[in-house]
């Protein structure tokens, strides 16, 4: 199971609010607007463009970018258009009941020639290789299925996508879907059927159908517990917003020491602090952004060392990979930990 940027809201009902710092470590990229189009009453879709000319970085179906706002707020977003075009890409976004500030900044001011700042694109939802597909798309979460979709038509795979929303008006490329045949996509109005019926769909799934499920709480937590009639590797989950954890989950587990290998020092982890707050000891400027190791931007190669993953980004072949970890809430293991910092 693999989730990258984002999840609509946290399972786990904690109170402690997300770090909205953000230190940038790598460069952002500079883009601008060049379009801003509303396709659903609380949605717009941008259009960004290199602000020099230049092609965009190569991307794959699932992928995402965060966002550096006018405010220096950085936010992550589903690419939503063909991958092939590279000379613009585009994002959904939703202007968020409860908004933490960076929906609203983007739908008050953020207009065609706006400057804004890119990282990525980055990737953990990626389109595997399977006999069938499952769509579950629940509200704005159709975003980072789109480019999937197109490629399965293009080459002709069978698939098949449930999609729900609250009304016919918040709900965005219902047109885009529905091109491809309505045998093809099952569209839901809560406000006159209800939810759907997340476990039904799992009860007759053909022999290796993988599932991808964006959405909202409640319709990945039906995609997880009927995730067992496929196996659960067979389900693959993007999440909206970052899992929201208390200070107190990253006292579990024991000191270690941490090289950094750049860097060419050897340093301290004591139970009490996270690997990012040590890196930013002697790396001020290392990028996080959601503190909950559910967005991927504070990704670290690891070079040596056992690795306590914590993170709802690395599927469980890439956590036995252990080449990577998400150092906002992961941990090490044993001696020594090596990273390529």
């Not at 952002?28 to 463009?49: D, G, K, Q």
């Not at 090289?259 to 009490?272: D, H, K, M």
């Amino acid at each position: 199971m693999s989730s990258a940027a984002a999840d609509a809201s946290s399972a786990d009902d904690l109170s402690e609010e997300v770090d909205e710092e953000f230190l940038i470590g790598e460069p952002a990229a500079s883009v601008v607007v060049t379009s801003a189009r509303r396709v659903a009453s609380e949605i717009i879709e941008f259009e960004l463009a290199a602000l020099d000319g230049n092609s965009l970085p190569t991307w794959q179906p699932g992928a995402h970018i965060d966002l550096v706002l006018p405010s220096r707020r950085v936010r992550s977003y589903s690419l939503c258009s063909d991958p092939a075009d590279l000379s613009s890409y585009r994002v959904a976004v939703l202007r968020e009941q409860v908004s933490k500030g960076g929906s609203d900044e983007l739908h008050e001011s953020v207009v065609e020639g706006s400057r804004l700042g890119l990282f990525g694109p980055r990737n953990h939802f990626e389109l595997v290789d399977a006999p069938a597909y499952l769509f579950l798309a629940g509200g704005i979460g159709i975003a980072p299925l789109l480019p999937m979709i197109a490629a399965l038509a293009e080459r002709q795979a069978p698939w098949t996508c449930v999609y729900a929303g609250r009304t016919v008006e918040s709900m965005a490329f219902v047109d885009v879907l529905l091109a491809y045949g309505a045998d093809r996509t099952e569209v839901l109005i809560e406000s006159e059927v209800g939810r759907p019926d997340i476990a039904a769909r799992f009860r007759d799934l053909q022999s290796g159908t993988v599932v991808y499920c964006c959405g909202p709480l409640g319709m990945i937590a039906a995609a997880e517990s009927s995730s067992w009639r496929i196996g659960t590797s067979s389900l693959h989950v993007e999440r909206f917003h970052p899992t929201r954890v208390p200070p107190s989950f990253n006292e579990f587990g024991s000191p270690f020491s941490v090289r950094l290998e750049r860097q060419g020092v050897v340093i301290e982890v004591p139970s009490t602090r996270s690997l990012l707050s040590v890196i930013r000891d002697v790396v001020p400027t290392y990028p996080s952004s959601c503190g909950s190791g559910s967005c991927g931007v504070c990704e670290a190669k690891v070079l040596s060392g056992k690795i306590d993953h914590r993170d709802r980004v690395l599927s469980l072949q890439e956590c036995e990979r252990g080449d990577a970890m998400m150092v906002c809430v992961s941990r090490g293991e044993g001696d020594l930990l090596v990273l390529d910092i």
